[in-house]
């Protein structure tokens, strides 16, 4: 109906009307909402439609509804996309000039959305875009009637977003050609653009500066300056090297400098040598300050602050701060002129902010505080500091800390609603803070900044920090994160000036605690409690660093600092810790711990000891020091020394001890605190083998275990805590003497429990006493398994052997908890983590044993839910089961994925000649179990889907031999699994299923020609007793992979893979895919596409040399020909 | 006044049937008796209460017998009641001619005649088939506080 293939002439009119009389009609229709189906419909035929382009052009230029136009422009550009790689040369020219022309012609109609819909089809056509450009422009650009036009245009095509892999696909052009589409806009016309847009601005400031008011001139200013701003945002890549030789196309385009933890976002404009001369003359940057100053002239108005073309002059100041790269190393001076200019928003900064809090706009002083840390970003803080010297009596660095310490003054006063410019400004001064601490840092010329930080006032910016802790608590105990890291820019700040800052957070930490015991009983202490709470919290990111996993070093400041400090007991940091250990372990008093130490606050204090003992407590000298020209420092070494195993540090390991274990006994029900305890405080203590030492040798230690083993309080801890607990306890055998005493060690601690599992599963009522919630809740298989996932190489054997002991047990709970889900789930996640722990040290009979235990798991497990169908009624209760289920078959799936890997790592003594296990065939049985209980339902599962092919795609890949053994059942059951995986929508699925794919086809090619069997009768097909002939499972795949490649939507980066899979299917079963092929070249009815799909399915088979052998280099060739072939005809396949 | 009526209650409900258990320990897909009804436990969040209060516990539970929605909030170092939850296998063999209950057979051979078929028609037909088509269907029965339903049913397919 709307074919309009170009050649017809005038009397193709009467049809265009009619075309365009529907589709108005269909409009109107869906606008009223009268029969909107058959309207939508005939709007769907349109889009449609091959070629509608002459239709569309006809509504464009012709039509008086606004929504018809915007129709057939939303055509026009899905046409286009869809078809773009097989119209012609003049086709796409036209196209091109067409929507160019109607964008510039209608630029000042008011339909804005139909405006943007051209545009955007111009934007897709950019490649050649540019080159019109250049062009066109030069001789409609001085129209400054369409230089807003134009403006919007190009910013449009710069968005630097829409190259996404998306569009390219769809035009199926290669990436490539849009890299280079990419780099010739960049290496030939940014620039220019640039250099229109300054000149066109510039043309029209005077204008500007002379009218009063609202004049036009402005919107065209503006869109100038956006552009601009839009040119320098582009991600400059080719001018940088200079010398690369080849174009990275895969490369994701993220800048490896920028640090990404940043709150605020920071652009390095880094646009190369060529730049120089437009973007540093001083000129350029004078009169971008000069239309900004303007405000003096608009002020009276009072919206020039936050009026566009403002906001717009602002962001490109902000912006050339951040010049960096070769520009700014030709001349790094010229740098100083824009941040000096920006000095007028932010100094003094006292004035300012009470002139905002007077109700000024607070962008102006946001902006600038971006510039500083623009230019904090690319400069070292020496040049940093020295900016500001010339023309005020103190440095960049007095600057910032007076203005930080004023927009905290102000966040704190408003510190109740949110959102507030005070708040944002914080943000991006402490991120302006943390970008200089950090460079500095790295320098390794830390003393000659010393200096320079010491002159700065840092104390009220520490004071105020700590301060703040307690406005941020309310909002940051949702997002603990952003607190820590806060926190953290804070303590870099602090640490800059460590010999103010600690014996300051030392006074004020003991002017808090007498302040608590004074008023012990008669006021109200939580005020007081909270202080202690930030101040502990602030302490330990001062004096430590997080260390997670890796050894945590006693940071270089306080290492480098103190020098004077001779005797141990007067180091500052020594003092403050003690301190804080000794307040601490007044907690162990029942009193004192009723009045003072509230959960929270045992909290930080746990907390605190876990982050300062990781770092300061019994240090191995050579482990933990920092850089080696510091070591001979006396006062480094009473640091070190004073809480190591000679001095104070049994001591101090020991009450750390008793506060955990009372952490753990008497504060029940506080989850939060006891998994604090568990996690951080327990593990950092166990993560180092000379404190393992010294722990086992402690009574308060002994306490812990014996209370883990038989206190019935320490039962009841959260199933998460106890876990871990277990795994700690287990972990601090590493410090034992020898391998027999560990082993020893871990027996005693599991006995009780073991033997506890053991009598209860021999009990003769064990049917009813099960049921009992107190037995249930004494079962102790958190701790089993949290001692099995501590296994290590000098444990094992004991951990094996308690293992083996409540094997029989295990099978027994499963049998008699089969309707108690999240007793079965613990079972199962045991046996997950015991096998996971072992398997690879077993011998050839011990694996015997555990394989034949897993496969009655397995089959109770599966006897017992296989046809079971819940009754309850509650749609939370039946998710609830069905989560329960999917769990449960994830952790069986681990099982299975966990006894594949004794093939891989084993280090039994056995040599491989013993006759062993067959891993292979017992995982497939398993399979064979699970499998009916796994429904394509419940692989909705990320998890599990992704679980299940994962396992799946490694036994093809390794094991395809097995697979060719198993009956037909089976067979088919796992690939119809392969079949509904390879229409996931999951690419990791997708990719696996393909790998099992080629494994199994692969397979079955080499075998064949070797003369085997290979696949046998699941390859061949076979004849069911109706007569019915059901082809072979090759075959099958064949024709639902190429259905798959041509005519679904897929990811790009499927295709290499599925060429894999391809390529021996097509060996197999070559006569199926000539007759494929035939058939799709029978169905095309445009002859031209039919000698064109013809041609392409002849190079696929043929180019490149490709050969019938399975080696590396034919797979290779074959996805280049996959590649070239389905970009040749995948879309006028794709188009109906 | 309300607390000596739930006290009251719970006493009725037996002493033999509840088992007190730290609020702190009740995990997500355990039991718990709120306003005197056995229920599962879909959701637990625990808040603090003020800033150095001691943690309260909040319960989503479900009615394990008429599933509806019951909430709580309860200290976590308090005691809450925690039902004792049987669920017992009876193999079906028969459904009564008027439709209304069933009769199972127990592990000691005698049969259990006072249990009702479920409400829910789904649940229902696909039992009835199950039973006419003469497959073995096995019953989960589940008990709680005096309270008993069917929970679940299973075909056992003849080895």
Redesign the interface.
Known sequence: MFNGIAGGGAEDLPQLQSTMRAIELACSYIQINTNPAAAEATILSLHQSPQPYKACRFILENSQVASARFQAAAAIKEAAIREWSFLSTEDKGGLISFCLGYVIQHANSSDAYVFSKVSSVAAFHRYSFSRILGNDLFRIFFFWRYMYTICMLIVSVSQVSEFSPSTSSAMSLPREFHENCRKSLEQNYLKTFYSWAQDAALSVTNKIVESNSDVPEVKVCNAALRLMHQILNWEFRYSKGGTKGSINVFSDGMRSDTASSRKTECVIVQPGASWCDVLLSSSHVGWLINLYSLRQKFAFEGYWLDCPVAVSARKLIVQLCSLAGETMHRSRAASAPPSVRVLPWIDPPDVISKEIEEGRSGSEMIDGCRALLSIATVTIPVVFDRLLRSIRPFGTLTLLSLLMGEVVKVLLANSNDKETWSYEARDILLDTWTTLLASMDGSGVLFSFSNLFTNCNFTPIVASASATTDEDDADCLASVSAMDERLGSYALIARAAVDATVPFLTKLFSDRVARLHQGRGTVDPTDTLEEVYSLLLIIGHVLADEGEGETALVPDALQTHFVDVVEAGNHPVVLLSSSIVKFAEQCLDANMRSSIFSPRLMEAVIWFLARWSFTYLMLVEDCNLGSNQLQSLPSRACLFTFFNEHNQGKFVLDIIVRISLTSLMSYPGEKDLQELTCHQLLHALVRRRNICFHLLSLDSWRNLANAFANDKSLFLLNGVSQRSLAQTLVLSAYGMQSSDASNQYVKDLMAHMTSSLVDLANNSDLKNLAQQPDIIMLLCIRELRGAASATEPRTQRAIYEMGLSVMNPVLRLLEVYKHESAVIYLLLKFVVDWVDGQISYLEAHETAGVVNFCMSLLQIYSSHNIGKISLSLSSTLLNEAKTEKYKDLRALLQLLSHLCSKDMVDFSSDSIETQSTNISQVVFFGLHIITPLITLELLKYPKLCFDYFSLISHMLEVYPETLAQLNSDAFNHVLTTVDFGLHQQDVDIVTMCLRALKALASYHYKETKAGNTGLGSHAAGQTDPNGVFHEGILSRFLRTLLQFLLFEDYSTDLVSTAADALFPLILCEPNLYQGLGNELIEKQGNPNFKTRLANALQVLTTSNQLSSSLDRLNYQRFRKNLNNFLIEVRGFLKTK | MSDEEHHFESSDAGASKT?P?????I?K???IVIKGRPC?V?EVS?S?T??????K?HFVA?D?F??K?LEDIV???HNCD??????VDYQLIDISEDGFYVSLLTDNGSTKDDLKL???EA?LT?LKSGFEEGKDIVV?V?SAMGEEQ????????PK
């Open positions: 088992y258990q730290q609020a702190g320990n995990r897909g355990g039991y599962k879909v625990t603090k003020g800033k150095h209060g001691h943690a516990c479900i394990i008429t599933s929605k200290p976590s170092s925690v039902p004792h939850v049987n669920r479920p409400t829910d649940l696909q989960s589940m069917m929970c679940a049913l299973k075909e056992v397919s």
